[in-house]
């Protein structure tokens, strides 16, 4: 995030402090920052929904947040020389011009994959002229841009979220940069897309979420 293209902002000490994208609602910590800076920071923005902490950070995010939901989460980067093609599912790039086709998509969806649009890339995989699947960029740096995948309920499990995911990856790849994907360690279809695309572990993280609100755009 502290190398992101997107706009943060920053709170605490140097070496112990929080770092957000309001836009994101994506909050993290680094170092060791006193869990009153976190709950304070979390009050001043509050749009956001998910907090993300090292393994040995539990006990700050958890005195910090204590209603949160908490789960463990793998971090996984994409090391995999060759990319799987889309086959027969129709998919590319999203541009502007598709503004009239994202309002079929969830409104949180709908938000990412805008600002995705214009700050990032997002691919589509497209049935009767709606997109049933979507892959978009979160945060980016230099090197690294993070994935999400987010299918239609009725259009999962038919492989469209591969096949965006593989056309997305490797526009990545055209620039430089590796993908990456963040997944609970639970959601099992997601972690199989990530594996059959060619991303390997890379580490763990802890993620914290505000009570009620449901990340449904990871996965497909």
């Known amino acids: 995030m502290l190398l992101s293209n997107m706009d943060c902002e920053i709170r605490g000490p140097a070496g112990n402090f929080v770092v957000w994208q309001a836009e994101a609602g994506l909050m993290a910590i680094i170092g060791r920052p006193d869990p009153f ?9 509050k749009h956001i929904v998910t907090l993300l902490a090292a393994p040995d950070q539990v006990r700050v995010a958890a005195a910090a947040a204590p209603q949160w939901e908490m789960s463990g989460a793998q971090r996984l980067v994409h090391v995999e020389t060759r990319i799987q093609r889309p086959g027969l599912v129709r998919v590319r790039m999203l541009s ?4 009239d086709a994202i309002p079929n998509l969830p409104g949180n969806i709908r ?3 805008a600002s995705a649009i214009r700050d990032g890339a997002a691919s589509a995989a497209w049935i009767a002229g709606q997109p ?6 979160g945060w980016q ?5 993070d994935l999400a995948v987010f299918t239609q309920p009725h259009h999962r499990g038919k492989g469209y979220a591969t096949a965006a995911a593989a056309y997305l990856i490797s526009h990545i790849r055209s620039t430089g940069r590796l993908a990456c994907w963040l997944s609970d360690e639970s959601n099992t279809p ?3 897309v990530a594996r059959k695309l060619g991303f390997r572990l890379s580490g763990r993280v802890i993620v914290l979420r505000q009570p009620f609100v449901q990340e449904k755009d990871r996965h497909g």
């Open 96 to 99: 502007p011009r598709d503004a």
């Open 141 to 145: 740096t230099e090197s690294l841009c």
């Open 37 to 45: 800076l976190i709950r304070d920071a979390l009050a001043t923005c």
């Open 111 to 113: 938000t990412n994959v």
């Open 190 to 192: 997601s972690l199989n």
């Open 132 to 137: 049933v699947c979507v892959c978009y960029t």
